[in-house]
Nanobody, 111 residues
Framework: QVQLAESGGGLVQAGGSLRLSCAAS????????MTWYRQAPGTQREFVAV???????NFANSVKGRFAISKDNAKNTVYLQMNSLKVEDSAVYYC?????WGQGTQVTVSS
């Protein structure tokens, strides 16, 4: 059974940083594309970043230059490093691979 477990969310001031983790079980992050999405209240879930099996990555324009995505194959975990956070980055962040979604982790950025 594939499971994804996000962690690392919290409350941070604008300009601060957070690192989200997505621990995978039942799949290998080394062999699968792993994607981060986010959803703010009243909005649709939106793409944030993806890291592919070969290590290439893409980012939403709104986070380019501020967010980084990486993975630790030994820990079977994907990370989303979020820097220079803005109030508009506040959302529930989800990890996704294939048909599987994590439960999400709340990120709140205060002004």
């Amino acid at each position: 059974q594939v499971q994804l477990a996000e962690s690392g969310g919290g409350l941070v001031q604008a300009g601060g940083s957070l690192r989200l983790s997505c621990a995978a079980s039942g799949i290998l992050v080394s062999l699968n594309a792993m994607t981060w999405y986010r959803q703010a209240p009243g909005t649709q879930r939106e793409f944030v970043a993806v890291i592919r099996s070969g290590g290439s990555s893409n980012f939403a324009n709104s986070v380019k230059g501020r967010f980084a995505i990486s993975k630790d194959n030994a820990k079977n975990t994907v990370y989303l490093q979020m820097n220079s956070l803005k109030v508009e980055d506040s959302a529930v962040y989800y990890c996704q691979s294939g048909q599987t979604w994590g439960q999400g982790t709340q990120v709140t950025v205060s002004s």
